[in-house]
């Protein structure tokens, strides 16, 4: 038996930090793209279902040719990619990720990008409510789930390092970024940050946004969201939008005046 955990913990640690291309499903172009075990273990299984399967719904059901898209907590840029081959030559993509290291794999990816996609910005920056400093915390496995040290109450697990971030705002975004014609969040626990800092967006812009929302934020960012005339959803497997009263872990959030 404890041979066996031994081989087990040699298998993680020599694919932990295995970095390589893996395609886009072809109808986001077939792409490759650089990733890495290290975000997501599930990355080494064929596909990108296992890891991905909400993204590469959600890309498919709401980037249009054209779109402006902003991928606010972006990691590998797996949904800024496909995102960029719905949206087309005449679409633009801005991925934001507070990890230099990913950021570097996105721009590798944008170097080698075939025709048909628009172009990818990526922004080494964390989202929050102010501009600053603040620490980013690399958890031991898993660095999809780097979080902000800032935010009470993620469980990411140990934390392997700390790395010193830029924060901005939204809001601050809208001064150098094009308005986006959609959001995706997905910034671990981070989300009522980003809804306070981003005023402006929600007031003027308003956007539609595919947003992750922890439990315990939950209350908060529906009243958040409410309070700027948002509604609501779930997304089904099919692709249909089941309307909720708050959100949910994963949420379609769309102004009410766009139903």
Known sequence: ??????????????????????????????????VTSRSDIRLLAPGLHRSASDLLQVASLYIRPGSCVWDIGSNLGVFSFCASWKAGPQGRVYSLEADPFYVELQNKTV???????????????????????????????????????SVE?????????????????????????PKPDFVKVDIEGAEILF???????LRGVRPNMWIEVCESNSDLATKLLSSFNYRMFTLAPDGSEQPAEKCKFNSLVKPSERL
């Open 111 to 149: 170097r080698l990008l075939p025709t048909g996609y628009s172009p990818v910005i990526p922004l080494c920056a964390a989202v929050a409510d102010t501009m600053g400093i603040m620490n980013l915390c690399i958890p031991r496995r898993g660095h999809s789930r780097s979080h902000l040290a």
């Open 153 to 177: 109450g993620n469980k990411a697990g140990e934390t392997e390092a700390l790395k010193q971030v830029v924060s901005v705002t939204a809001d601050f975004l809208l001064r150098y970024w």
């Open 1 to 34: 038996m404890n041979a066996s955990l031994e081989i087990a913990k040699l298998a993680r640690k020599l694919t932990g930090n295995f970095v390589f291309r893996k395609k886009l499903p072809r109808t986001f172009g077939s792409a490759r793209i650089n």
């Open 195 to 201: 809804l306070r800092g981003a005023t402006e967006l």
